[in-house]
């Protein structure tokens, strides 16, 4: 077994470890990780990884220090193994997975359409994490779409979680939406979500020079500004940010030049984890702290599921998830990287900020070789 690791103290750092197989108890399955998508949501689960927990999900072989952690992925796996009756080898699932070639589950709360990993370690962790889709008991599946699914699924659900919250709270009145990181996948699932609403404000994307051309192609964005032109937002209009990067320097001047007319700021991502905004510099001192917080989408999930039920939540993210699925055909590319001996490179450009948009990562654990 194979199992790609990330250093906690320094993302740039990575190792894969070779370890043992391990027998399974009662109850338990053993699943091969056929593939998983990759994204900048991943680097987000790296830089949050003690503070929410995401170190937790999967915890690093052969690390006696606890320096090391695995990055949970999106992605799909095969039963090959089972000590538990209500499941079969040869069933094929979908959920959250470490970068690895396998892995065991004791799977809890079985339902035709899925169930619960009730590994001791993960009981306290977010229930949407801990799910994992029985294949064969979805009525819509389509294996054509599982790079879609794998790449898109998180991120959309958070965008739809955005555009839920924001609509419920009538956008806090304000006349334009500022999304920050315009290219990355979770905000162009929130920009489309917008301009399909009916009532929403103006939405302006911010993005690098690089990526203007691409964002502006989208055409969900009603103003594209780059990074290098932030004086031409318009400071004058009540706002609300969404903020995927966490870059301080670009933090500091919006909360800085927009000062009460800042009515909120959504933190969601922060794939800018070496750029780390703190009070104690002129930057940090201009965010208004007091209107910031942290975006977790598993608890907005929560509430919608108590307020609709399972079928009414359903329902409503199914309509969401189509239309940006429909809509990722016109601009997202999918890339396949072969292993996880490959997938190391693809890994350090992510970190430094170095994939294109516009590409969707898959990385296939199919036909890697053995070690």
């Known amino acids: 077994m194979n199992q790609f690791q990330t250093l906690k103290s320094d993302l740039t750092q990575s190792r894969i470890i070779d370890i043992d197989s391990h027998a399974i108890d009662d109850g338990e399955i053993a699943v091969r990780i056929e593939s998983y998508a990759f994204t900048a949501n991943n680097v987000t689960y790296g830089v949050a990884g003690d503070t929410i927990g995401y170190w937790k999900f999967f915890p690093a072989e052969h690390d006696e220090k606890n320096e090391w952690g695995c990055i949970p992925m999106w992605g799909f796996a095969e039963i090959t193994h089972s000590n538990n009756e209500g499941l079969n080898v040869g069933e094929r699932l979908f959920g959250y997975f470490p970068a690895a070639d396998s892995l065991i589950l004791s799977p809890i709360k079985i339902s035709d359409q899925s169930f619960s990993d009730g590994k001791e370690h993960r009981k306290e962790l977010p229930p949407v994490y801990n799910n994992y889709v029985r294949l064969a008991g979805d009525q819509n599946y389509d294996s054509s779409m599982d790079a879609v699914r794998a790449l898109l699924f998180p991120l959309h659900i958070t965008a739809f979680c955005l555009c839920d919250s924001l609509a419920e709270e009538s956008y806090l009145g304000a006349s334009q ?25 103006k939405i302006v994307g911010l993005t690098s020079a690089g990526n203007a051309k691409f964002v502006e192609s989208l ?32 933090l500091g001047t919006l909360h800085g030049e927009l000062g009460d007319n800042m009515l909120k700021c959504l933190t969601v991502g922060m794939t800018h984890w ?38 009414g939540y359903a329902e409503k993210t199914n309509i969401f998830m189509t239309n940006r699925a429909l809509q990722s055909k016109d601009w997202m590319q999918v890339k396949e990287i072969s292993g996880l001996e490959n997938f190391t490179s693809t890994y350090e450009e992510m970190v430094d900020g170095k994939i294109n948009p516009n590409e969707g990562i898959i990385v296939n654990l199919t036909n890697q070789k053995e070690k």
């Open 177 to 201: 939406v500022i999304i920050v990181s315009a290219s990355s996948k979770t905000a162009i699932g929130l920009a489309q979500g917008l301009a399909d609403a009916d009532n929403s404000p």
């Open 219 to 250: 055409g969900c964005y009603d103003e594209v500004i780059s990074y290098d032109e932030l004086k031409h937002v318009d400071y004058s209009r009540s706002s609300v940010m969404v903020d995927m990067a966490g870059n301080r320097e670009i």
């Open 274 to 311: 070496d750029n780390e905004t703190t009070a104690e510099d002129a930057l940090g001192e201009a965010m208004l702290r007091d209107r910031t917080e942290f975006f977790f989408a598993p608890a907005h999930i929560q509430k919608r599921i108590s307020d609709w039920g399972h079928e």
